[in-house]
């Protein structure tokens, strides 16, 4: 399954953690989401270990904008990677999308 990725997914170390497999700059194929935009509205409660209780955090998310388009790159899972992907990610649901290549022609995904 291929996933638009953004945010810390970008990051090869941090994919890595997460899907716990090798990650390199040349799995993720740099992608634009066109409809949508990023924004900081994914709220959670976390536990933070150096204040020793729960705080709110704000997580990066996507929203559907008309006129917005997100920049992340596209990176193909298999169904236990998005499992682990799941656990990691507070409020994730995947829906799908239709993003465009580096050579600007449409490819179906989900984010």
């Given at each position: 399954m291929k996933l638009f990725v953004y945010g810390s997914l970008?990051?090869?170390?941090?994919a890595e953690q997460a899907l716990r497999r090798p990650i390199t700059?040349?799995?993720?194929?740099?992608?634009?989401?066109?409809?949508?935009?990023?924004?900081?509205?994914?709220?959670h409660l976390v536990h933070v270990d150096s204040l020793g209780h729960a705080t709110l955090a704000a997580f990066l998310n996507i929203r559907p904008d008309p006129t917005g388009q997100c920049l992340g790159a596209l990176l193909e899972l298999?169904?236990?990677?998005?499992?682990?992907?799941?656990?990691r990610e507070k409020g994730y649901s995947?829906?799908?999308?239709?993003c465009q290549?580096?050579?600007t022609r449409?490819?179906?995904?989900?984010?």
């Open positions: 970008l990051n090869p170390f941090s700059v040349a799995d993720l194929l740099p992608a634009r989401l066109p409809g949508y935009r990023l924004c900081w509205d994914s709220l298999n169904d236990e990677e998005l499992y682990r992907l799941k656990a995947l829906i799908p999308v239709q290549g580096i050579d449409p490819c179906a995904a989900n984010t």
